[in-house]
């Protein structure tokens, strides 16, 4: 069992910058990938982006790439979503999630865990 426990989202202006956090329970974190996808009021959940286990490979939706940075810091149980440049589109809940299967989190938004969600708000 895994829990995930989102935090860092917040209200702010265009053009700054917010900093996702995601605390994973259990010995076992380092065994999945991990992501991190969104939900804007009356949209479907999205992927915006996901590392591997090990950290050496990261994925990125086209419209967050060059301003969005994922990481994951395997001895803290923690992965992180840095988000830069932000834009009144990118407002939306964010969710952490972990996954034995890299390919089902990243193409077919399936996770084994999600987190609660943290509401990130962008205004103009």
């Known amino acids: 069992q895994v829990q995930l426990v989102e935090s860092g989202g917040g209200l702010v202006q265009a053009g700054g910058s917010l900093r996702l956090s995601c605390a994973a329970s259990g010995r076992t974190f380092s065994s999945y990938a991990m992501g991190w996808f969104r939900q804007a009021l009356g949209k479907e959940r999205e992927f915006v982006a996901t590392?591997?286990?090990?950290?050496?490979?990261?994925y990125y939706k086209d419209s967050v790439k060059g301003r969005c940075t994922i990481s994951r810091d395997n001895a803290k149980n923690t992965v992180y979503l840095q988000m830069n440049s932000l834009k009144p589109e990118d407002t939306a809940i964010y969710y952490c999630a972990a996954a034995l299967n890299p390919y089902r989190l990243r193409v077919g938004v399936q996770a084994d865990y999600w987190g609660q969600g943290t509401q990130v708000t962008v205004s103009s």
């Open positions: 590392i591997t286990r090990s950290g050496g490979s990261t």
